[in-house]
């Protein structure tokens, strides 16, 4: 029979679990539905059979991590078949006034997801092109501090293979260039955007946007988006001003914890902005349209 303190106990993980199963995964829903998956796993395990183990807040992230590792595999089929580019899920913060209420039904994220530089859009992009087994290994030491013979159990690999697994996707990290700006920097390069695309100002956009500037929009086959990356400041220049947001609101507000951009008709959040910036301009904007993404942000209730 499960005793009192238990529950309360086993459940107190839960946070720290879906933080972990966020990152490997890059969208809060399928984080939850791993961690979910991982207590229904302990809770059909016999009294006994949970008696002897040792560390039940370790089996549960052993659990977890090993139902994310399945899922990423499945994944990437899944993605084969997605209309268009496929971004992570991104999260407002709902501690910022400036944020968007989230759907109805929808709860918020704020006791759930930590959000800090390991889920910029940046980060989570680059771990997309990693192997399951490197983005797991990565996030398990790199971010959460996991020890190689603790990862190696995961995996079921050695610690010298965990190692080296984290160490291809440290090597991916650094091949993207995706290093910290200041904040306050990012939030004043966002404004300069921000301006220059209301404006339908060319000259000011070309100015603020990197040469190889690149520009991924995600729509998911539900809304227009393009379904391919453009690339090039002139082409995403060109895209901009083809999408000048005449009559709605542009707000200023975190993205995944950086500087981004919510575009709004009538408080129905209908695109996500989130952007990588080196020194003083642009080098990739990600932008998110597919409804089914913008729950957390007061996006479409159906589609």
């Not at 899920?89 to 759907?103: K, M």
């Not at 991924?216 to 391919?228: F, M, P, S």
């Not at 542009?250 to 995944?256: D, Q």
Request: charged share 20%.
């Amino acid at each position: 029979m499960t005793s009192p303190t238990e529950v309360p106990t086993i459940d107190a993980e839960r946070p720290r679990l879906v933080n972990l199963a966020y990152r490997m995964l890059g969208s809060l829903t399928e984080a939850e539905d791993a961690v979910q998956e991982a207590y229904a796993r302990w809770f059909a395990l016999a009294p006994d059979d949970r008696a002897v183990i040792e560390s039940p807040p370790a089996w549960l992230t052993t659990v977890t991590s090993r139902v994310c590792l399945d899922h990423l595999g499945s994944a990437r089929a899944r993605r084969e078949t997605y209309v268009g580019e496929w971004l992570p899920e991104l999260l407002p913060d709902p501690r910022d006034p400036r944020s968007p209420a989230p759907a109805a039904g929808h709860t918020d994220p704020a006791d759930r997801v930590t959000l800090d530089e390991s889920v910029s859009t940046a980060l989570l992009v680059v771990m997309e092109s990693m192997t399951p087994a490197e983005r797991v290994a990565f996030v398990l030491h790199d971010v959460f501090g996991f020890q190689f013979p603790e990862v190696a159990e995961v995996l079921e690999r050695s610690p010298a293979a965990c190692r080296q697994l984290a160490s291809s996707a440290r090597r991916r990290v650094r091949d993207a260039e995706v290093s910290p700006t200041a904040p306050a920097h990012q939030a004043e390069v966002v404004q300069q955007i921000k301006q220059a695309w209301q404006a339908g100002d060319v000259a000011a956009l070309l100015d603020i946007l990197a040469e190889d500037a690149v520009t991924v929009t995600d729509g998911g086959g539900i809304v227009h988006a393009q379904l391919h990356p453009v690339s090039g400041a002139s082409e995403v220049a060109q895209l901009l001003l083809r999408n000048v947001p005449d009559g709605l609101d542009v707000v200023e507000t975190p993205v995944n914890g950086e500087p981004g951009l919510v575009v709004q008709r009538d408080g129905t959040t209908l695109m996500v902005v989130a952007f990588g910036i080196a020194g003083d301009h642009v080098r990739h904007i990600w932008a998110t349209l597919n409804p089914e993404k913008l729950r957390p942000w007061g996006g479409l209730e159906s589609v």
